[in-house]
């Protein structure tokens, strides 16, 4: 089955640096990698994602890229802020199988003003 | 309002007692999971269903059932809790298709269990 190794599990930066957070995926047939973001007490929600047939995908100051040679995917966060202070989720599931969204362990972003 | 209604959201329980853990959504969406969150084990998947009637385990489903009834709910079922199953459990739901809908997550549900 597939597995999702996510790095690092945290990550410190100061308000303006980027952030980068980094995912492998096992299963060659995986080919929809979404990425959540949950605030303290808060529940996961989606903040972007990347079909495979994507190297990369942007959103304002958020992008993801894909490897599919390599089987990773990374999210980028440019220009970072306070609010951006969160735990960040990785996620890899192959077509037709909506059951099989599997997720990293996360990973703890803290931005320090 | 979308959203997904997890309930109750705390819990303490002793060992031993059943308990349900209801979920209720109002998106008429045809998917829904159960996932468990522990410190730096991420969000693990307990079980899902693809449609009415229809469920399947997840990674890590020893100890809960669940049914669904009916398109809007998927009540997760601890038969006799443990200790091990403290946690906080999150309800989601979204549509089918390729690509995955988006998941909407339920506020989430504290368990513990003593």
């Known amino acids: 089955g597939e597995n999702v190794e996510q790095h690092p599990s945290t990550l410190s930066v100061q308000e303006g640096d980027s952030a980068v957070i980094k995912c492998t995926y096992s299963d060659s047939a995986s080919n929809y990698f979404p990425w959540y973001k949950q605030e303290l007490g808060k529940r996961p929600q989606l903040i972007i994602d990347?079909?495979?047939?994507?190297g990369e995908k942007k959103d304002q100051r958020i992008a993801v890229t894909l490897n599919k040679t390599a089987k990773h995917f990374s999210l980028h966060i440019t220009e970072t802020q306070p609010e951006d202070s969160a735990v960040y989720f990785c996620a890899a599931s192959r077509r037709g199988s909506q059951g099989n969204l599997i997720f990293g362990k996360g990973t703890k972003l803290s931005v320090k003003p | 309002e979308a959203q997904v209604t997890q309930n109750p959201r705390y819990l303490i329980t002793v060992t031993g007692k059943k308990l349900t853990v209801t979920c209720s959504q109002n998106?008429?969406?045809?998917?829904m999971s159960w996932y468990r969150q522990d410190p730096g084990l991420g969000l693990r998947q307990i079980y899902y269903?693809?449609?009415?009637?229809?469920?399947d385990k997840g990674d890590v489903p020893e100890g809960y059932k669940v049914s669904r009834k009916e398109k809007r709910n998927f009540p997760l079922i601890l038969e006799s809790p443990s200790p091990n199953q403290t946690s906080l459990y999150f309800c989601?739901?979204?549509?089918?298709?390729?690509?995955?809908?988006?998941?909407?997550f339920g506020e989430g549900s504290r368990l513990t269990v003593l």
């Open positions: 998106m008429n969406h045809e998917y």
């Open positions: 269903s693809m449609n009415v009637e229809v469920t």
């Open positions: 989601a739901s979204s549509l089918l298709g390729y690509p995955p809908g988006e998941l909407f």
């Open positions: 990347i079909r495979s047939n994507v």
